[in-house]
């Protein structure tokens, strides 16, 4: 049975209501299941005419489990919104998906939008390889093709120093860099958090926007260590999993049960 064929339950809710066109410019993806391209547009009369055409569809509830049906092609939108924070949707045959989990039914015509986007002033294209899509980090519980693979060469000890896992607490993993060089070492607030499914390394993308790393850098002299916090929030609720932290290059490995 199609999503289209399911009694629902009418919605009164507006998908774009807080989308603040005046203030940012918007993003309209397509992923066919192989390449995703971004399309990031600042004409500011289209981008309130497809938030004017979402805003006026006619919602109906949906479950979460309806995902397992997700396919391609299927498509993104994302825009700041008025209170602040980042509005993320993705989009398959009538099915919507919200950034805080949410899934809605309602037939738009997102193929007709991202192809006039291709032609507008200004508007900037980029591509990727896997399912770049808003709400990814929803979407690759169903399918790890919106999942990147981590890249590069991560080390547990490099040029003497090297990175541990401590603790996980309260959604905080706790980490001790050590310095066995004959110099200080330089390292920041930032981090990436991977999971290793099936053998290989993803890399996690957040299911919050309205986060930031502190851009100070700090000096761990030589012989010294130091423990450093690394909050998770915006990552939600970790489920039971292998996962590591990245940090310059060095990687520390902790299970969440």
């Given at each position: 049975?199609s999503v289209k064929d399911i009694e ?53 509830t949906a479950d979460e489990t309806e ?112 310095n066995n060089s004959d110099k200080s ?73």
């Amino acid at each position: 049975m199609s999503v289209k064929d399911i009694e629902r339950e009418p919605k009164e809710h507006k998908l774009m209501e807080l989308a603040s066109p005046g203030t940012s410019a918007m993003s309209i993806y397509r992923y066919d299941g192989q390449n995703c391209i971004k399309r990031l547009v600042f004409d500011k009369d289209w981008e309130q005419e497809l938030i004017d055409e979402v805003n006026s569809i006619e919602l109906k509830t949906a479950d979460e489990t309806e995902l397992y049906g997700w396919g391609e092609p299927c498509y993104g939108i994302a825009i700041g919104g008025t209170d602040g924070m980042e509005i993320w949707l993705a989009y398959h045959e009538g099915l919507w998906l919200e950034k805080g989990g949410a899934v809605y039914y309602g037939m738009c015509d997102l193929e007709k939008n991202f192809d006039k986007a291709a032609n507008l002033k200004d508007t900037k294209e980029t591509s990727f390889d896997w399912g770049a899509l808003p709400n990814n980090a929803i979407l690759k519980k169903y399918d790890l093709k919106y999942c990147r693979k981590a890249t590069g060469d991560v080390y547990h000890e490099n040029a003497g120093i090297s990175l541990d896992f401590v603790s996980f607490k309260d959604n905080v993993v706790t980490l001790e860099y050590h310095n066995n060089s004959d110099k200080s070492f330089e390292y920041g607030a930032g981090f990436e958090l991977q999971e290793r499914i099936n053998g290989e390394w993803y890399v996690i993308s957040p299911i919050l926007s309205n986060y930031g790393f502190n851009a100070l850098a700090y000096l761990l002299p030589s012989g010294k260590e130091v423990q450093v916090a690394c909050y998770l929030e915006m990552y939600g609720e970790l489920g039971k999993g292998h996962y590591r932290i990245v940090k310059e290059e060095l990687g520390a490995e902790f299970d969440v049960e």
